[in-house]
């Protein structure tokens, strides 16, 4: 059901971890199915320098969450904010269709997160 | 990495046992003939299905006339459920059941309600064991049909049909029970239990997939499920599955010989299993009554973690198990028997059944319980929601 | 007396192929894991089914998503029909039908009219053939379905199915075709063919038994026939028969390969067969068609015999084959299908069936003719109502 | 499905024929199949001397004809009425349930050609 990319994302997630003092945090849930992601990062000069996560979740939640890490990792928000669960997908090529809803819960949590920062920009 | 797979999901379904297999070949090959025929080809074929009949009938303590072949538990489900309601439905048009029965009876039910009949859902207890009396309570006037099944497929927990066809048959009320799970785990006899419908499924005890079994006890009331052309006695109709037929009967003769062999291995090595998990991993559970349940079954539930991930990991290290997790299902719903045992569905989600089978060894668990706590620790580290 | 047995019953149930078998086997033996299961033994027998199923669409020029796999023939039939008739019910209640179905429609069909349907059975022409004008009469205002089978299992005639659901499509009536005899022997193409279901089942082209297929038109209303798990996307619940669908996969694509070949060769020995048997024997009719049947089909009557009788003694000659007869069928009532091509009772009752296969030679043949004559003449010096 | 018994008598069915001046002939037909049995019987002194039969029907029917005439060759009339279809099918090793009709052919000539003859002599 899941590619070869899926399952090696899943089995070696990429940036796992939380970072002390993130410029923005996030977490969000997956209604459909209870799942949490968390996510942490690190931006100077609008560019994400450093991007970390913790998931609880199935196999796609967790290697949604390592893949999008890595595709906005060195991107300014911008950037950032253009990546949507499709592409997310995409770099993973593709979902079980059950599972496609697994990839939004990746999309909003970026977005959860710079959000965050830009929040915590302007209350500075 | 272990080479060799361990199997833990037995529940899910079993491998063919060598013996049964050979007993299939030649149905396979040189035997094709349609058992409908006159010549000799066909009349092999006829007999190999009423030997297999025999086989049945003998291992519940039934008549052989009857047991009747079917393409698997579900189409015994379906048919047990649809046939004797609508058969039925001029003396009433309520039913009972319980909140853990498998899909295969709910779905059936499900549509029977659409079609216009009640259902009664039956709580069961927080150990996954239905209570007699809440049966009881649940009859009116117009309850023509109960079904529990015997054992439950994810928490294992065996379910007190005697007592509960004791009731119905005072009301006068048509019991079933789905002894899919059950067959070849615990003695079963049709006639002690006083039951009219039982259901069985050959690829849960080392037979192949896609055939099954329904018990019914002479005189019960019920339409015939698949019409066409006059097998099984016209109750069910279409070409006969004779290989499976006669693997399903070898499976079931071999599983009763060796039943208290079988169980009182696969008991052991089970309590060391829940002992094992119970002592090494934190956050956890243990689903369904601790005694009560069968032999082969232990299903528990860590928090923190999610189950999918848990049988992706698992399955990294030749270990195949099974979750009542949200995320391993289609529908998105964590397993409603964990939920109707009165876990919250994050609890639900992080479950893990392991069903065990006769290759599995002493071995096998100690491997388990090797990587098991690593994989869950993994896990948790990964989890938002885990402080350790 | 020949040692060898002459197998001229391939309507009643081909044996399998070598090739099919041999591609069945690792999922009787190593490959046992449930399709539904996460793991790598689950995720290959997955796909397996999913190859098969891919077979069966590329061989209907179907859609992957459109072929469904069931317990063969007859579950087929009876979803196609109590499937959609109950799912479009609120369209109307009549359904048109023909007289010469098998009993796996007609049974579903009676049931349906017992709940509250209509029925119209259109009369066969003489030849066998359902006349396309006779449909369309038939179609009322509330007409949701129209069923005709797309070759006879008796005497092989080959219908209108195209133009028949043309019509259907013109007043947007549901068409099921049943095309368990069909399949194997002359070309299908579920889009030429404009139809909205097909039947199929594996044990009639080489493949094993008690495993089939319905190919449902995207779109078409039909609820679930077997419900349970979500197996086959939620629309046929039941753990998987996997070899048993790599088999029919396996088979329908190499049935298809060869269908040219196949069919050619076995119009050769067809044509002989009819030639030779109404060229040496007095009093005899080829029922159905002579030239709009399958290739493998030839049915006679025979005055003055009865069918059973026929058989035995063709099987003691070592030749399988079948007869309408009335003897040799539980229910004593002559084949219907040749009631309805107009036969008398009496000569319906001496009917004999050779459907040939791809074993079959022109000895097998020349076999035939030589100990057919005998063995009429015999049971005719027996009849009382014979006068040589 | 069929005995050995009733195969043997199927294959090698004895009194097959017909007697030219029967003394009582009677020909009966089975409503539930269509099937035919006519039966011719040479009496002597009460005594049934020959008996042949030619029959158009199934195995069973075949079977049944050839050991009933075998049954009641040689006896006296009465004993002969008392011949039923019950005794005919023991006589084969039994039948299918659903080819129990067909011994009851059997009998039905038996009584028919007896009774038959029975009016002749009243006749005479
Ligand atoms: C309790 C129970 N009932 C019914 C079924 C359905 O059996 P099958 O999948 O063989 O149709 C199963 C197994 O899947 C089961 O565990
Ligand atoms: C035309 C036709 N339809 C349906 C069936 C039923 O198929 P099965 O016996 O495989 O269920 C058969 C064969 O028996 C058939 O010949
Ligand atoms: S996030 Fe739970 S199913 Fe994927
Ligand atoms: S006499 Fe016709 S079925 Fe036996």
Chains 1, 4 share one sequence.
């Not at chain 1, 410029?23 to 996510?39: E, I, R, S, T």
């Not at chain 2, 497929?153 to 049909?161: D, K, L």
Request: glycine residues 8%; contains cysteine.
């Amino acid at each position: 059901m899941y590619s070869e990319k899926v399952l090696e994302h899943f089995m070696n997630p990429r940036n796992v971890g939380e970072i002390e003092n993130a410029d923005g945090v996030a977490q969000v849930g997956n209604p459909k199915c209870g799942d949490v992601m968390k996510m942490y990062l690190k931006i100077e000069n609008g560019v994400i320098v450093d991007v970390k996560f913790k998931t609880l979740g199935c196999g796609a939640a967790i290697a949604t969450s390592s893949i999008a890490t890595e595709m906005i990792k060195g991107k300014t928000i911008e950037e950032a904010l253009k990546i949507t669960n499709k592409a997310v997908t995409e770099a993973l090529d593709g979902l079980p269709p059950n599972k496609l809803h697994c990839s939004v819960l990746a999309e909003e949590a970026i977005k959860a997160a710079i959000e965050d920062y830009l929040n915590k920009q302007k209350n500075k | 990495m272990k080479e060799k797979i361990i199997y833990f999901d037995h529940a899910a379904t079993t491998p063919i046992k060598k013996e049964v297999l050979e007993e299939m070949i030649p149905y396979l090959t040189e035997q094709y003939g349609n058992p409908s025929t006159i010549y000799k080809l066909g009349r092999e074929a006829k007999k190999a299905i009423e030997l297999a009949r025999e086989r049945v009938a003998k291992a519940l303590n039934a008549d052989i006339e009857e047991i009747y072949f079917t393409s698997g538990g579900t189409e015994s489900d379906n048919w047990a459920l649809k046939g004797t309601a609508l058969a039925n439905r001029d003396k009433g048009r309520h039913i009972i059941t319980t909140t853990i029965e498998h899909h295969a009876v709910l779905n059936p039910l499900k549509y029977l309600e659409k079609i216009g009949f009640e259902v009664t859902y039956v709580p069961v207890e927080p150990n996954g064991i239905v209570d007699p009396n809440k049966i009881k309570e649940a009859i009116r006037e117009d309850t023509i049909l109960i079904s529990v099944m015997l054992a439950n497929n994810e928490i294992g927990t065996i379910q007190p049909i005697k007592e509960i066809a004791k009731i119905a048959k005072e009301r006068e009320i048509i019991i079933h029970t789905d002894a899919v799970q059950a067959v070849g785990q615990i003695p079963i006899n049709v006639k002690d239990l006083g039951i009219d419908l039982l259901s069985l499924s050959a690829h849960k005890f080392y037979g192949p997939k896609g055939v099954g079994a329904l018990y019914i006890r002479k005189g019960t009331r019920i339409h015939p499920f698949l019409q066409g052309g006059a097998q099984e006695r016209n109750k069910r109709a279409g070409t006969e599955n004779v290989a499976g037929i006669v693997g399903l009967g070898k499976a079931i003769e071999i599983a009763n010989k060796n039943l208290n062999e079988y169980a009182s291995k696969l008991q052991k090595l089970r309590d060391k299993l829940i002992d094992g998990v119970l002592s090494k991993i934190d956050y956890v559970r243990l689903n369904g009554d601790r005694y009560q349940r069968l032999p082969n079954n232990a299903n528990f539930s860590f928090e923190f973690v999610e189950g999918e991930s848990l049988l992706l990991l698992l399955d990294t290290k030749g270990i195949a198990a099974s979750s009542g997790s949200a995320c391993t299902s289609g529908s998105l719903e964590p397993s409603h028997v964990l939920l109707a045992i009165g876990l919250e569905p994050e609890v639900a989600h992080g479950s893990l059944r392991i069903t065990l089978g006769e290759d599995n060894t002493e071995e096998d668990i100690d491997y388990l319980l090797e990587v098991l706590p690593e994989i869950v620790s993994k896990l948790r580290e990964m989890s938002p929601l885990y402080e350790s």
